[in-house]
């Protein structure tokens, strides 16, 4: 009985990450995580759910997580931003995420990059050059954070069967 609700908030926190790897206001790969963590322990660490494994997919998520939040400022620096671009794009991602989500994230992202890369004295094509950088990087965390969330719910679905 007791295995039943391990699959059943697994199985929650499953659907809540890939939710959260689109919804910013979710931590994706962490709640996936936890999804098969709540399975492992209902399933005592057996195969495939190992103890190694689970220690490996800690570290992918911890890493994921954190490139999440650095893939956007990354990519706005390699598209030529300045520190007020990225500190704009960071402003604009907040502002999106609160105003218009989940979609604002990537246009207020964006947007404030533009508007700040703007306001420090760029130019037109300069400025949209970086606003293009953070919706890459914007962009690039969504498939890396799909991606893990997936690898996840694989291992998740093999634990069941």
């Avoid at 997580?65 to 990354?74: C, G, Q, T, V």
């Avoid at 498939?143 to 996840?152: A, E, N, P």
């Amino acid at each position: 009985m007791l295995i039943i609700f391990f699959i059943a908030l697994g199985s929650i926190f499953i659907i809540l990450g890939f939710i959260g790897c689109i919804l910013p206001a979710l931590p994706g790969p962490p709640l996936s995580f936890l999804g098969l963590l709540m399975l492992a322990l209902g399933k005592g660490f057996s195969d495939p759910l190992t103890v190694t494994l689970m220690i490996i997919l800690a570290i992918i998520t911890i890493i994921v997580s954190a490139m999440d939040y650095l893939i956007p400022s990354i990519e706005a620096k390699r598209y030529g931003a300045s520190n007020w671009g990225v500190f704009g794009s960071i402003a604009g991602m907040i502002a999106g995420i609160i105003f218009f989500p989940p979609v604002g994230m990537f246009i207020g992202g964006f947007l404030g990059a533009i508007l700040f890369e703007l306001m420090s004295g760029k130019k037109g094509k300069a400025a949209m050059k970086a606003g293009q950088g953070v919706f890459v990087g914007i962009l690039l965390g969504t498939v890396l954070k799909l991606s893990t969330s997936g690898v996840i719910t694989y291992y998740f679905v093999r634990g069941l069967l």
